[in-house]
């Protein structure tokens, strides 16, 4: 069996971790692909005797790769769907960070990740991804997202106007300093925190939701995730801020925009009693009554 280890970067003194995560993975005689900034970080090589293979690009993993491990917080997870691309290697993700909706199995559950994975005892999610169309180069060979689009005003500018279009037909023009075109994974990430509906994983729909809109009777739509949603943007300012996940890209006001949803899914590895449900109630603490 082949596994492969990425993470955007780890704190010192979680290197036991990972020395952990690898000893146990050894022990079942798994063959590691490590992402190269790692070793290098926590001197990995010199200090055990297993077969590591460094790697720096997708490019280098084999197709044999069985599972790629993320090991941080949501934002390595995002990393790492831009990593396996449309290969459907699927993704596990330990939660070495803080709220963890995509990265649900704790580091203190690293053996019985393990084991799950060698029995193949896990189950796999798809999820669905948004890809982003524009009239010039954006995002290099990965226009997609596992969570959301996002227009954005720029630092202090005032806000824009997004004029809003499903299907070639006109939707809406947002007064706002952005808006966000959700997936349902991504439903509790930014567009949660702007106050957008959660949506379950199998929700074939995108969410649309205005970022701070100067109009109380504006709310969030949810449409078809068949659709194709366009934007024309007029500010004052020249420029604003495209984003897909984590990753931003300053624009031209003058930009043809669209979104759709991605032609392929990728696959994220839960442990069964991981479901969505029970992961809504432990990270929102829903149900928790601090009374009691």
């Known amino acids: 069996m082949k596994v492969a280890i990425y993470s955007r970067g780890l704190d010192p003194e979680q290197g036991s971790s990972l020395q952990a995560l690898l000893a146990e993975l050894a022990l079942h005689k798994i063959q590691v692909f490590i992402y190269q900034p790692l070793i290098q970080q926590f001197s990995l090589l010199p200090e055990i005797g297993q077969d590591i293979i460094p790697f720096k690009s997708p490019e280098e993993l084999t197709d044999d790769v069985e599972c790629l491990i993320g090991i941080g917080g949501d934002g390595t997870i995002l990393d790492a769907v831009t990593i396996v691309k449309d290969s459907n290697i699927p993704i596990l993700g330990i939660n070495f960070g803080r709220l963890g909706f995509l990265a649900s199995i704790s580091r203190d559950e690293l053996s019985i990740a393990v084991d799950a994975l060698v029995n193949r005892t896990f189950i796999v999610d798809k999820r669905s991804l948004i890809h982003v169309d524009a009239n010039q180069s954006l995002f290099g060979n990965t226009p997609y997202a596992l969570n959301e689009f996002a ?46 509906p959660i949506l379950f994983p199998e929700s074939s729909s995108f969410v649309i939701t205005p970022v701070a809109p100067h109009n109380l009777n504006v709310r969030s739509i949810v449409v078809a995730d068949d659709s194709i949603i366009s934007f024309e943007v007029e500010g004052r300012s020249d420029q604003f801020i495209c984003v897909l996940d984590s990753r931003r890209e300053i624009v031209d006001i003058n930009i043809q925009l669209a979104v759709k949803k991605e032609k392929f899914s990728v696959n994220l590895i839960r442990l069964n009693e991981n479901s969505f449900l029970s992961t809504l109630r432990t990270k929102l603490t829903w149900g928790l009554d601090k009374r009691n």
Do not use: Q
């Open 151 to 196: 227009i954005h005003k720029r630092d202090t500018s005032p806000m824009i106007k997004i004029h809003t279009y499903l299907n070639g037909e006109f939707l809406n023009t947002y007064w706002a300093d952005g808006l966000v075109v959700s997936t349902p994974t991504g439903s509790t990430g930014y567009n949660m925190s702007c106050n957008g």
